[in-house]
């Protein structure tokens, strides 16, 4: 038997979870990894090409990936936008 905590549920079902993550904008085929945290969002993203394709290195075969950061902004004057930076293969 697992613990719970009041207001969280044991599962989320698949249409969920999808939902969940094309409310912020990701296609849920290129997630690789995703992290909700107290700043923001954090996700390691396949990254495609301009006809939507994914992106292959043809140095290793393997695809590009990118991260992205959507900060959470807190305060007026808080500047800070979505932040898209090339992952290590």
Known sequence: MSITIPGVPEFLTR???L????AIGF??????EIRYAHDGVHALLFARDEHGRK???PSTSSYYKHRVFIPIRDEDGD???TRITPAKN
Do not use: H, N
């Not at 939902?19 to 094309?22: D, E, F, G, M, T």
């Open 55 to 57: 992106r292959i290195d």
């Open 27 to 32: 296609e849920p085929d290129d997630i690789r």
């Open 15 to 17: 249409e969920q979870y």
């Open 79 to 81: 500047e800070r936008t």
């Open 19 to 22: 939902a969940l993550l094309r």
